[in-house]
């Protein structure tokens, strides 16, 4: 027996009830999207203030600025604290990730985890295993599992990564992004003539106009 579902009471208010809920009215799916920031100081020092000039120019884009107060001095206790922040926001909304140096490492294995729609690094720490080996003690990552896990350049993202690469980095070897760029489609790169977490001559300000475009470009939905 089929029943007509506009005529019969029961299903006349499951309607009415479903058209109510939050989550089944169209706003819903185009909530204002979260951008995580993370901020740098090679996972020993910094902290969430540091992206205050960040999260405000990115909030006058129309986006909502979370700073991440990850643990520092472990690197595995601020993966956790970061991990914690990405997922607690639900599958319903577009989320992203900024980040600065070390920030820019997390948030390039975000993207890598498929934990965010997209992210972008400045100057970002994505290889463990070179240059930085011997500095991981200071950050609690001495062993070769350890420095590959969270060299996010060494595997393929199953989201999308954006780089900003000065070319005069003396922190950070050019290299690592750019090699990861070049072997993987869903990794791109921009170089420019700078040091270390130094901004294009664009400025700071353009840079994360930028980032926000590419959000949008690359994940917006």
Same mark, same amino acid.
């Given at each position: 027996m089929?029943?007509?579902?506009?005529?019969?009471?029961?299903?006349?208010?499951?309607?009415?009830?479903?058209?109510?809920?939050?989550?089944?009215?169209?706003?819903?799916?185009?909530?204002?999207?979260?951008?995580?920031?993370?901020?740098?100081?090679?996972?020993?020092?910094?902290?969430?203030?540091?992206? /205050?000039?960040? &999260?405000?120019?990115?909030?006058?884009?129309? #986006?909502?600025?979370?700073?991440?107060?990850?643990?520092?001095? &472990?690197?595995?206790?601020?993966?956790?604290? @970061? /991990?914690?922040?990405?997922?607690?926001?639900?599958?319903?909304?577009?989320?992203? !990730?900024?980040?600065?140096?070390?920030?820019?490492?997390?948030?390039? /294995?975000?993207?890598?985890?498929?934990?965010?729609?997209?992210?972008?690094?400045?100057?970002?720490?994505?290889?463990?295993?070179? /240059?930085?080996?011997?500095?991981?003690?200071?950050?609690?990552?001495?062993?070769?599992h350890?420095?590959?896990?969270?060299?996010? !350049?060494?595997? &393929?993202?199953? &989201?999308?990564?954006?780089?900003?690469?000065?070319?005069?980095?003396? #922190?950070v070897?050019?290299?690592?992004?750019?090699?990861?760029?070049?072997?993987?489609?869903? @990794?791109?790169?921009?170089? #420019?003539?700078?040091?270390?977490?130094?901004?294009?001559?664009?400025?700071h300000?353009?840079?994360?106009?930028?980032? !926000?475009?590419?959000?949008?470009?690359?994940?917006?939905?």
């Amino acid at each position: 027996m089929t029943v007509g579902i506009a005529r019969h009471p029961r299903w006349t208010l499951l309607l009415l009830v479903l058209a109510f809920l939050p989550w089944a009215t169209p706003g819903a799916a185009r909530a204002t999207p979260v951008v995580l920031t993370m901020h740098g100081g090679g996972y020993v020092l910094g902290s969430a203030d540091d992206m /205050k000039a960040t &999260n405000a120019l990115f909030e006058r884009l129309g #986006y909502r600025a979370v700073s991440i107060d990850y643990t520092r001095g &472990n690197i595995s206790a601020g993966w956790r604290d @970061v /991990k914690a922040a990405a997922g607690s926001y639900g599958p319903r909304r577009r989320v992203y !990730a900024f980040g600065v140096s070390a920030g820019g490492g997390y948030a390039a /294995k975000l993207a890598e985890r498929g934990m965010v729609d997209a992210a972008f690094g400045s100057s970002p720490l994505v290889d463990l295993t070179g /240059k930085w080996a011997p500095i991981g003690a200071y950050f609690r990552c001495t062993t070769r599992h350890c420095r590959r896990r969270f060299s996010p !350049a060494l595997r &393929n993202p199953r &989201n999308p990564f954006r780089a900003l690469i000065p070319l005069e980095d003396s #922190y950070v070897d050019p290299a690592d992004a750019l090699g990861w760029a070049g072997r993987e489609a869903r @990794v791109t790169a921009t170089t #420019y003539h700078g040091e270390h977490t130094m901004p294009t001559p664009a400025g700071h300000s353009s840079d994360v106009g930028d980032a !926000a475009d590419w959000f949008e470009r690359r994940a917006g939905r």
